[in-house]
Every structure is written in C-alpha cells, then in structure tokens.
Nanobody, 124 residues
Framework: QVQLVESGGGLVQTGGSLRLSCAVSGRTASSYNMGWFRQAPGKEREFVAGITRSGSGTNYADSVKGRFTISRDNAKNTVDLQMNSLKPEDTAVYYC?????????????????WGQGTQVTVSS
C-alpha cells in the first residue's frame, strides 16, 4: 500500500555533501516512523538514521553522528537525509524505510516498507 521512492544519490568526493530525499505515497508519511538504511557490497544492510512520526525524535548510527541529519516534512510526505563530510566508507545503496509500529527501531526486520534504493559513491 505504501510506496517509497528515494532520490538524490550520486558520486561525490571525500568531504563533500549530498542530500537524499524519500517521497512517500499511498499513505501519509505521518503514519510511519521512518528510517534510512544503507547496504554496501558484501555487507548487511545497516541502520543509518531514524525519525519519529512527528519528527520530534531522531537517532543515528554512531558512524554518522555529527555528519548526517535526518528530517521530515509531513505536509510534503518527504523524509530527507542530509549527508555532510562524506567518507569513502559511506559508499553504499541507501534505502528509505517506513515502520508502522510503535517506537523508533534500528532493526531492518521491524520496517514494513522499503524504497528501491539510491546509490551513493564517495571517491577518495
């Protein structure tokens, strides 16, 4: 029922910035806690950042704290991830995910809907 579409990925140099956006359709974005995850080749999909339904609460993976910022605009049904000071180890496919449950989860298995992903490549 819910569709998520990520955009904004690309190639950037070390230290650069990118802003990813997730468009939510089928339901209003405010129905869900939202998360950003990433998956590099040969690695498990990992949590990057999460935000509550209202946007009042956020959490981040330790690896991105101070560099990435998650935000949402429920009026526009969008969730963004601002990525600054990018490092080669940030290279991955980034996925937007929606969670209809209660609370803000960092677990892949707790999310109900996923976007198709957008590639972020950070060159050294």
């Amino acid at each position: 029922q819910v569709q998520l579409v990520e955009s904004g990925g690309g190639l950037v140099q070390t230290g650069g910035s990118l802003r990813l956006s997730c468009a939510v359709s089928g339901r209003t974005a405010s129905s869900y806690n939202m998360g950003w995850f990433r998956q590099a080749p040969g690695k498990e999909r990992e949590f990057v950042a999460g935000i509550t339904r209202s946007g009042s609460g956020t959490n981040y993976a330790d690896s991105v704290k101070g560099r990435f910022t998650i935000s949402r605009d429920n009026a526009k049904n969008t969730v963004d991830l601002q990525m600054n000071s990018l490092k080669p180890e940030d290279t991955a496919v980034y996925y937007c995910a929606a969670d209809k449950g209660i609370g803000l989860s960092q677990r892949v298995s707790q999310y109900d809907y996923w976007g198709q992903g957008t590639q972020v490549t950070v060159s050294s």
